[in-house]
């Protein structure tokens, strides 16, 4: 599915600037559901490894992202890009998530641009990303420490 962004990134620098908190995450459990006329994914994860922001390590958070698998039986991707599944790693850049959709969450920056998902010692950029982001290769690449 095609989504307007309301906020668009092309660095590793403006992500890093306008996200409150950057963290290494493992998703434990995520789950589609549909709000409206919108489906959505209310994701689970742990705290592996805080970059930026008031969070802990070996803490648990809720992100929400707008896609997942709908009550029609149709699977909505923003861009081409999956949303979490359980057992997924990613760098993301988040911030806290203000709306009736779901209770004390955070949403990714940039819908899908500030998602980076790990697969072993490579690090996945968004598809449909510009610039810097879609040189991303590894964790050093994000420059976060």
């Known amino acids: 599915m095609h989504l307007d962004l309301s906020e668009s990134f092309d660095t590793v620098s403006e992500l890093k600037e306008n996200a ?20 959505f994914k209310l994701s689970d994860a742990k705290i592996k490894k805080v970059y930026k922001g008031d969070l802990k390590n070996n803490t648990s958070i809720s992100i929400l992202e707008t896609g997942g ?7 909505y991707l923003p861009e081409g890009n999956s949303v979490f599944a359980s057992g997924d790693e990613a760098v993301v850049f988040l911030e806290r998530y203000v709306g009736p959709v779901a209770e004390d969450s955070y949403v990714i920056k940039g819908v899908y641009q500030g998602k980076f998902k790990i697969k072993g010692n490579k690090v996945v950029p968004p598809a449909e990303v510009h610039g810097e982001l879609e040189t991303i290769q590894s964790i050093e690449d994000l420059s976060l420490e």
């Open 20 to 39: 409150p908190i950057i963290a290494k995450v493992n998703v434990t459990e995520a789950k589609s559901f549909d709000y409206g006329n919108v489906t």
């Open 69 to 75: 698998s709908g009550a029609d039986g149709l699977t």
